[in-house]
Structure formats: structure tokens, C-alpha cells
T-cell receptor, first 113, second 113 residues
Framework: DGGITQSPKYLFRKEGQNVTLSCEQNLNHDAMYWYRQDPGQGLRLIYYSQIVNDFQKGDIAEGYSVSREKKESFPLTVTSAQKNPTAFYLC????????????FGQGTRLTVV | GESVGLHLPTLSVQEGDNSIINCAYSNSASDYFIWYKQESGKGPQFIIDIRSNMDKRQGQRVTVLLNKTVKHLSLQIAATQPGDSAVYFCAENYAGTASKLTFGTGTRLQVTL
């Protein structure tokens, strides 16, 4: 089955630690995205990548980092510099841009303890 | 499930009735719009999209209406079913930022039996 997979579904982190969220897609999509979702708010763009080895900051990139070494994979690292990391993180992919249908993963719920 | 949209506006509809979910968008330059459905604890799922050269687009049991004059978008769901219960987001995009979708805050649809 083609799709986009995020892991883990739930993640707990101690304050001061970095943590990496996984996102893999087998849709052969060029573009991949990371969004953050907080209660009562819509999705906000953290980072996006339109092609391998290239990525751009979104609206709330501070405290996050990404890499795009392979077309299928777009991991997100939440660093200790992120002041309020507890949130629901969503990865998405699309053929080439957000002007076509994008497919979302099932999300990772990150909680700082 | 995830604590998505704790304080979202809520629309309650009886099973079998039609639902109308409204969305006001912000950017007059936006020319591409999408509706997503998000069930608790899951990632958003594409429902239907529309480009600004259209006023109306129909899918299976869903219709999207676009009024560019007042920057308003609506999603109509015919014969609402319990499985339609979810949070619905509209998102906008314009060609100048092809990779960036701006999401609304969402509306929770509750279908009563």
C-alpha cells in the first residue's frame, strides 16, 4: 500500500533533550512538509522540502531542524531550543507543491515531561 | 484521541440532514482552496479542492462553494452520516507560495442520531 508513515505515534521527552520524529513516504512524491497542530488552532508550517537535499523554513521553524537526504524520508528534530514543543506533529507529502492534493501521516504526539 | 480543537466552533447536525460548514479566508490573492477532514487522533484527509476560476465544485456527497467577492468558502455535505463527525479545515494557497497552505482554525461537525 502506498502512503505516508509517521513514527512513533506517541513520544515523551525530557526538557533539554533533542528528539527526532520520523516521516517516510512511498508515494514517489517530491515535496514533503512538517506541520505543528495545537488545540484550537489550524496547522502551522514548520519546514518543507520540494526536492532531495533542499529544504526551506516555514512560519515557525525556530527550534526545529530537518534533513532530506532521501526522497522517501524527511525527519524532523525538535531541539532543546524549542520553547514549547508539546504538540501534535503532522508530516505531509505531495507530488510537487501544495497546489495539488497533499497526503498526511497519522501524526506524532510529542509531550515534554 | 488527540486534544485537537478543544475550543473549536461546533456544528451539530442530525443524521440525514445537510451540513454547511463555512470558512472566511484572509488573502485576496489566494487562488487555490482545499477542504480537509480530520478525525480524532488522525492526520487530515483531503476532501475536495477548488481553484479561483470556479465558483462551485461537486464531489461525492460534498460541494464546495467559493465567493471571491467576500472571501468566503463553504463546504456542503449532503445526507450527513455519523462517519462525517470530525473537524473540518479549509486551507488557502496562492501561486506565489506554492508550497505553503494557510489553514483555518477548523469547525467540529457533530452528527446526532
Amino acid at each position: 500500500d502506498g502512503g505516508i508513515t509517521q513514527s512513533p505515534k506517541y513520544l515523551f521527552r525530557k526538557e533539554g533533550q533533542n528528539v527526532t520524529l520520523s516521516c517516510e513516504q512511498n508515494l514517489n512524491h517530491d515535496a514533503m512538509y512538517w506541520y505543528r497542530q495545537d488545540p484550537g488552532q489550524g496547522l502551522r508550517l514548520i519546514y518543507y522540502s520540494q526536492i532531495v537535499n533542499d529544504f526551506q523554513k516555514g512560519d515557525i521553524a525556530e527550534g526545529y531542524s530537518v534533513s532530506r537526504e532521501k526522497k522517501e524520508s524527511f525527519p524532523l528534530t525538535v531541539t532543546s531550543a524549542q520553547k514549547n514543543p508539546t504538540a501534535f506533529y503532522l508530516c505531509a507529502s505531495s507530488l510537487d507543491s501544495m497546489r495539488t492534493e497533499a497526503f498526511f501521516g497519522q501524526g506524532t504526539r510529542l509531550t515534554v515531561v | 484521541g488527540e486534544s485537537v480543537g478543544l475550543h473549536l466552533p461546533t456544528l451539530s447536525v442530525q443524521e440525514g440532514d445537510n451540513s454547511i460548514i463555512n470558512c472566511a479566508y484572509s488573502n485576496s490573492a489566494s487562488d487555490y482552496f482545499i477542504w480537509y477532514k480530520q478525525e480524532s487522533g488522525k492526520g487530515p484527509q483531503f476532501i475536495i479542492d477548488i481553484r479561483s476560476n470556479m465558483d462551485k465544485r461537486q464531489g461525492q456527497r460534498v460541494t464546495v462553494l467559493l465567493n471571491k467577492t467576500v472571501k468566503h468558502l463553504s463546504l456542503q455535505i449532503a445526507a450527513t452520516q455519523p462517519g462525517d463527525s470530525a473537524v473540518y479545515f479549509c486551507a488557502e494557497n496562492y501561486a506565489g507560495t506554492a508550497s505553503k497552505l494557510t489553514f483555518g482554525t477548523g469547525t467540529r461537525l457533530q452528527v446526532t442520531l
